[in-house]
């Protein structure tokens, strides 16, 4: 799943806890932040574990503000771990 979190989610580990949670629920893929202020992310992997962490990303890290969560799906590409892009 590709997605894309709108709200006041960039300076608030926003990245470092959706890679601390998606290496916990077994997911690869990356996440990074974008120009406009959103974080984009693309998760691969058990599809419970993939819609845990859609919900999970709809709140977010404790001083995130999350006002839209926009997925997209995706082909799988074979990623290796999870990591952070910058």
Not at 17 to 28: D, I, P, V
Not at 63 to 81: C, T, W
Request: net charge positive; aromatic share 12%; hydrophobic share 40%.
């Amino acid at each position: 799943m590709h997605v894309f979190v709108a709200g006041f989610v960039q300076g608030v580990f926003y990245r470092s806890w959706t890679e601390q949670t998606a290496r916990q629920l077994g997911l690869k893929g990356w996440v990074r932040n974008l120009p406009d202020g959103r974080v984009e992310a693309l998760f691969e992997g058990n599809r419970n574990a993939i819609e845990k962490m859609l919900e999970l990303c709809k709140k977010g890290p404790p001083h995130a503000k999350v006002d839209k969560v926009e997925v997209r799906k995706e082909r799988v590409s074979g990623f290796e771990g999870f990591e952070v892009r910058y």
